[in-house]
């Protein structure tokens, strides 16, 4: 990936209207180590002030972000990732103020701040591989990824796990 090697989409009504509602992001990647923020996956309007996201940050470690109307809400993991592994990385977002994150399956995280509707009709455009508001920044470049995925369905921890099993 970089900032001309990537999968982009225009914003889409299947994502870019799901006000307080369910949205769930789900990627496999394989990182060596980035030195820099770099986009796994990633809905967002150019200034970033309605996004979700999923990231890699210079530390090495994933980081998820839901930016809604009212506020943001972020989770970084805590644990170093750029092992050369494959991992798969979900993002629940049930409602504004339910959401989870999981590593290899198992939950890693899971926020209740109230972030409010993730709205932004024809304003927020889809990355795979780069940050999406504009298709070129956050160049996954240390990063493979394979198998991304986007629901308006939010599934539960165990099928989370299972999805896992059944892909690993």
């Known amino acids: 990936f970089s900032g001309s090697n990537n999968l ?3 914003s ?3 994502w870019d ?3 307080t509602g369910t949205l769930y992001e789900s990627i496999w990647f394989n990182s060596t ?3 820099t923020t770099e986009y796994l996956f990633s809905i967002s309007n150019s200034a970033q002030n309605i996004r979700m996201e999923m990231r890699l940050n210079g530390t090495d470690t994933l980081n998820f972000i839901v930016q809604g109307a009212t506020t943001s809400s972020s989770f970084d993991t805590g644990f170093d990732v750029s092992d050369s592994v494959w991992h ?3 993002f629940v977002h ?3 103020t339910e959401r989870y994150m ?3 399956g198992v939950e890693v995280g899971s926020a209740t701040t109230d972030t409010g509707s993730i709205t932004s009709s024809g304003n927020l455009p889809l990355g795979i591989g780069v940050f999406g508001g504009n298709g070129s920044s956050g ?5 493979k990824l394979a198998l991304a995925r986007l629901s308006a369905t939010a599934p539960t921890a165990t099928q989370v796990r299972q999805m896992y099993d059944a892909e690993k």
Do not use: E, L, W
Not at 139 to 143: D, E, H, I, L
């Open 17 to 19: 209207a799901r006000g």
């Open 94 to 96: 049930v409602s504004s």
């Open 12 to 14: 889409d009504g299947d």
């Open 8 to 10: 982009t989409r225009a």
């Open 139 to 143: 160049p996954a470049t240390t990063t």
């Open 88 to 90: 798969k990385a979900d």
């Open 33 to 35: 180590g980035p030195s």
């Open 102 to 104: 999981y590593i290899d």
